[in-house]
């Protein structure tokens, strides 16, 4: 019976890397024997002049304003004894792959990208009986052998007069990768699924995506949260799907009302928001193009206005490709195909019917839940299914389909 392994750390950023590397070190290893891309792209990449300099680049970038990640990464380094540059490397491998994949520029043009570029799907459900955000976790099937649950406790470090940040969260871990590129919370109480979206345009002289992934897990307010999206330029593109579980109000707290931020600096919004999907792109000048769209009760949809389309009622679904920042990207066909088999099922009303939606397998070509198939060149499936409860404060994790069961292989109190 397959199982998920965890781990509960306590420590600074290099003892909480190194203790992951260690305790994972067979699977970490077994993780780089396997990841095909890893062999027939990354690796023959980061050996070319112009591989090198794209690992340097980002290095130099990520330890001058964040020195604690690259000691997070060189602890998980030693400790699964696999090189620093290949740990490197994995944290930021969507943007080699990226290049790697196109050769002569960062754009990527054949129809294979387009067919298997495709990973992850969320649904939120919010009304007076239903409080959820779901996500499917789709990767390569070396993955679903090898990924892990971490819970840590990190103790801020000084930097040469820079203090770390405390942090405090658990996450569904790919193995030698930082935590935050999958799902997950941390104790303010926010919870959290990735979906991975794919523009053409990348950019070279701003934080890979797995840095700011890593660095949301650090926020304490929604201040905090939206100001690492707004203000941390990324590489390249993704989208949040984030809830809120915590006791406190004041966390939520925001200055952002309208999609854009500032775009409507004199609305007097009267929702409250607690259920979020963000979209994240780069731009050629390093300032990030940010959509926010919150998802609401039909009680508080008759309250307010919305003309900016800020906001959804009830029911609300990401797949990986933009909804609405208008932007230059790849239309992989199982995004397209996994929201217009969605569009076709009733809005659920209930956790079963919901857990049946994330489930649905009716388009055998591109389902929402994935299996390994022979005519997938992928070759992803569903590794994990992350259902979060808000109100009773759960996440619950099925590694088959939930439909089969409705039961969960692992539940965690948060």
């Known amino acids: 019976m397959q199982c998920i392994p965890q781990l509960y750390i306590s420590g600074n950023h290099y003892e909480v890397g190194l203790a992951m590397g260690k ?8 993780f780089f024997e396997e990841f095909k891309e890893f062999k027939s792209l990354i690796l023959p ?23 604690w990640y690259v000691d997070e990464m060189r602890g998980i380094s030693i400790g699964s004894e696999i090189n620093f540059d290949w740990i490197m ?25 387009q067919e298997t570029l495709k990973e992850c799907s969320d649904f939120m459900l919010f009304d007076d009986q239903n409080n959820f955000l779901i996500h499917n976790e789709d990767a390569a099937p070396s993955i679903y052998k090898s990924a892990y649950l971490i819970s840590c406790k990190i103790s ?50 701003s934080f890979p995506r797995q840095i700011l992934n890593r660095l949301m ?26 809830g809120f579980a915590g006791d406190d109000p004041n966390i939520l707290e925001s200055d952002w009302n309208s999609e854009f931020f500032n775009a409507n ?34 009680k508080m949809f008759s309250i307010d206005k919305n003309e900016d389309n800020f906001f959804t009622s009830q029911y609300y679904y990401h797949f990986n490709h933009y909804e609405r920042i208008e932007i230059d ?31 649905d397998t009716a388009d055998s070509s591109y389902p929402i839940f994935r299996t390994p198939r022979k005519n997938d060149p992928s070759e992803l499936q569903t590794i994990a299914t992350a259902l979060f409860d808000l109100n009773r404060k759960t996440l619950s994790i099925f590694v088959k389909k939930p439909s089969d069961s409705y039961q969960p292989l692992v539940k965690i109190r948060f």
């Open 217 to 242: 897990l650090s926020a304490k307010n929604l201040k905090e949260l939206e100001k690492i999206f707004r203000t941390v330029p990324c590489s390249y593109g993704f989208c949040m799907n984030i």
């Open 89 to 113: 490397a994995i944290n930021i491998r969507v943007e080699l792959m990226h290049v790697a994949s196109s050769q002569t520029d960062v754009k990527l043009k054949t129809r294979r990208d």
């Open 45 to 67: 990449f980061i050996q070319k002049e112009d591989g090198r300099k794209m690992i340097n680049g980002y290095y130099n970038l990520i330890v001058k304003n964040y020195p």
């Open 156 to 205: 801020s470090s000084d930097y040469q007069g820079v203090s770390s940040p405390e942090e405090e969260f658990t996450c569904y871990c790919y193995p030698g990768h930082l935590p935050g590129n999958a799902f997950g919370f941390n104790s303010a109480g926010f919870v959290f699924g990735v979906n991975a979206t794919y523009p053409k345009l990348m950019v070279t002289n």
């Open 265 to 298: 600096s004199e609305s007097t919004r009267q929702i409250n928001p607690h259920l979020f999907n963000y979209e994240i792109a780069p731009t050629e000048n390093s300032q990030n193009t940010v959509s926010k769209h919150c998802i609401i009760s039909p």
């Open 23 to 30: 305790e994972f070190k067979e699977k970490i290893q077994l």
């Open 329 to 359: 990207e790849v239309l992989n066909m199982s995004s397209m195909r996994r929201k217009e088999r969605t569009e076709l099922i009733s809005p659920p009303t209930n956790l079963k019917e919901l857990l049946d939606i994330t489930s």
